[in-house]
């Protein structure tokens, strides 16, 4: 440990550590020094200047994100020339920006917006030109206003450093720099994933969600509408979040009588399909070990990760299985099998899901997985809308009585409530794989090592003598080290799990915002979201997706068999490489494999 | 493309290949840059295309560094580069009644090219000939001392070279 130095923070002495920030340091000590572009998961940018301080002996004020401490070093964080000059700089912000706060999305969980009200800004002094840019409506995920844009650059270093997907770009200079894609393309037209982690750390609304709650409630209005809901595991995980309660509560119960309230005339659960997903992709697994198949097996539940794959790794489109996600599965169960069991006409069937995610939205409209001339999921919405809309018709969120999703497709195991976090599909997949292959069954279902926050987790199994090696990965940029990996060394691994968003699911571009005094993607929220899902497989008696009975039934009824031809037509799919190519620079691929 | 352009790609690829062998071979990226514009006038998007792939730098931190730096064109330029010079003596002298008459007389704006590709307009800072300001570049070409005659009168002698290398 290195030796503690000693500074002065507002004339007070404290020993910290060396070989920090005046802004961790600070932290630390109880000073929450004010900041904008700042963020811990990425690379320090110091391009707002929000988090100045006064160092003795510095001539000008300096940024605390990029300064480090040293012994002795006088700071002051407070002093009245330094709020208004930190106040001014926000006041700049402020006025190149429309400050239509009022019918703005994030009006109240706008970072922006709080900091001017902390700095006490109450009115305009530098009134003058402002930049205006029209929205890019073009994806069906996520949209772009750069009118919104006060140039932070945390998208464009989430885009890059975390998901190394390269998206976004600071273009032009000066007056007229703006977020954009390369060549300025239409994000529907980029290499966007549409993950919608620009979002996530976005402090403002120049990246959404493009918006589909008016169409959700034109059709809970529509009398002739069936419509069908379907809710992903980590909304129960996430949603509370959203009415002010702490991170890590489920609330699967209280979402489910809340979309019953909304007007929903049937509310299933997409863990169903997360374990029929397990039923199919196990069944794929051992097809591939037993029959020498193209491995390792990638999984294929995560839509960003999708878009991902075709643009940036065609080359591995043979190793992704060809399951369609717990969200395209259920929607093609809900108008077939269901649609079929209950007498109604699928094309009436207004088929819903409320997702974690952004990217579920561009899966929905993907051609490839239509089935009969019809979409199997209709509209998505973010937990973030939904949660919106549980508001908007005064819906008492939190005090409401739970209630359990409806039958045939609302029954889950505990493995489908893991889906959600990193590592769950492929300890789902462990447990059911495990004893279709041995007969046997597994008797410590709880695979520790693909748990938890860590980049890039392996892991191994022994199955009746045949050594099965594993790995997963979570966010775009843990994905393409590990890719890397299986690019060069595809016999290291037999089954690779990998999820878009940074902790997977729970921490989806779809998900709440931060709460006040938290940080978008605070691993401690994202530990605590995949607590609530491993505690839900814990408190359920049927833990393993082959023994949840309404799955049995499923099989017995309708598709016979994992991978009958009945379930190749309805839950399965293809890929294809897509343009435009996408580029992930040569040091976030230099790999060191030792064999 | 025409065989000119692959050509031109072609010696580009070159280039690269050159760049790739040394160290930290991302950091050619502006002289690679540099040389696309050279050949081409301009930065056409196959070619940044094709440079993103050959030197796997995503084409968003290419499209950055293409548009923050004024020396390069995004679109084709014409035949001849017109910059008038805007710097102080020439602003003095009449820098803008310069640049005015060439806005006229070419119906194009600042940074915009003719329609017959034979000239585009810029404006440049001072040119370094104060002496006999206001002056304008023509290519490589410094003209001084110009009024609005004088300004046509160079104009018409490149359209005048230029219909007779047609005709030729």
Known sequence: ?595 | MTQLDQDKMNTLRDVIAEANKQEYSESYLIAVLHKTQELFGYLPREAMDMIAEAMQIPTAHIWGVATFYHYFNLEPIGKHVVSVCMGTACYVKGAVQVLETLKKELGVQVGQTTPDMLFTLQEARCLGACGIAPVMMVDDKIYGELDSKKTIDVVNQYRKAAAETVKV
Request: charged share 25%; aromatic share 6%; net charge neutral.
């Open chain 1, 1 to 595: 440990m290195s030796k503690m130095i000693t500074i002065y923070i507002n004339d007070k002495a404290y020993k910290v550590e060396p070989n920090q920030t005046i802004m961790q340091a600070a932290d630390k000590l109880g000073y929450k020094i004010p900041r904008l572009c700042y963020h811990p998961k990425l690379s320090i940018e110091g391009a707002c200047r929000v988090c100045i301080v006064e160092v003795e002996g510095q001539r000008n004020y300096v940024a605390s994100c990029a300064f480090p401490v040293s012994d002795g070093m006088k700071i002051k964080t407070n002093t009245q020339e330094l709020r208004r000059a930190r106040r001014d700089i926000v006041e700049l912000i402020v006025d190149n920006h429309p400050m239509d706060c009022h019918v703005c999305e994030r009006d109240g969980n706008c970072e922006l917006q709080r900091l001017a009200s902390s700095m006490g800004i109450r009115a305009r002094h530098f009134a003058g030109e402002r930049k205006r840019y029209d929205k890019d409506l073009s994806s069906e995920a996520v949209i772009r206003d750069p009118e919104k844009c006060i140039l932070c650059g945390r998208c464009v270093r989430m885009c890059s450093e975390i998901q190394q997907v390269h998206n976004l770009t600071q273009a032009n200079r000066g007056f007229n720099t703006v977020v954009m894609p390369a060549y300025d393309l239409p994000m529907k037209e980029s290499v966007c994933t549409a993950c919608g982690q620009c979002i996530n750390v976005c402090p403002t609304a120049a990246f959404l969600e493009k918006n589909y709650t008016q169409e959700l409630f034109d059709a809970l209005n529509d009398p002739e509408a069936i419509t069908v809901a379907q809710f992903a595991p980590s909304v129960r995980a996430a949603i509370g979040e959203a009415f002010g309660l702490q991170p890590g509560l489920n609330m699967e119960g209280q979402l489910v009588a809340a979309m019953r309230k909304l007007g929903f005339k049937y509310v299933f659960d997409t863990q169903f399909s997360a374990d029929l997903t397990i039923m199919e992709e196990a069944s794929e697994f051992l097809e591939r070990v037993q029959n020498k198949g193209k491995l390792p097996m990638i999984t294929s539940c995560s839509s960003a990760w999708m878009k991902c794959l075709e643009q940036f790794y065609p080359d591995l489109i043979d190793n992704v299985s060809t399951c369609k996600s717990p969200m395209s599965m259920q929607g093609a169960m809900t108008k077939t099998y269901f649609a079929q069991k209950m007498g109604l006409d699928p094309k009436k069937i207004v088929s819903v899901a409320a997702m974690c995610c952004t990217a579920k939205k561009y899966e929905a409209a993907r051609p490839e997985l239509m089935f009969d001339g019809m979409k199997g999921v209709d509209i998505v919405v973010t937990t973030r809308e939904i949660a919106w809309m549980i508001k908007s018709a005064g819906i008492d969120f939190v005090n409401i009585k739970p209630e359990q999703p409806d039958h045939p497709l609302g029954m889950s195991s505990g493995a489908g409530a893991i889906f959600g976090t990193t590592g769950g599909v492929m300890e789902a997949a462990i447990r059911t794989a495990y004893e279709l292959y041995t007969g046997q069954t597994l008797v410590d279902i709880e695979v520790e090592g693909v748990r938890g926050l860590k980049g890039i987790k392996e892991g191994k199994l022994d199955m009746d003598g045949q050594e099965i090696r594993v790995a997963v990965a979570h966010g775009l940029g843990n994905a393409c080290k590990l890719l890397e990996v299986v690019r060069q060394d595809p016999s290291r691994y037999h089954f690779v799990e990998i999820m878009g968003c940074p902790g997977g699911c729970i921490g989806g571009g779809g998900q709440p915002y931060a709460q006040i005094n938290t940080i978008p993607l605070d691993d401690e929220a994202l530990n605590k979201r995949a607590q609530a899902l491993y505690d839900l497989d814990r408190s359920k008696t049927i833990r393993r997706s082959h023994d949840n009975p309404d799955i049995q039934k499923l099989y017995k009824e309708f598709l016979q068999h994992p991978l009958s031809h009945v379930s190749h037509k309805y839950l399965h799919t293809h890929y294809k490489a897509k343009l435009p190519v996408g580029i992930v620079p040569k040091e976030a691929k230099q790999i060191e494999v030792t064999k």
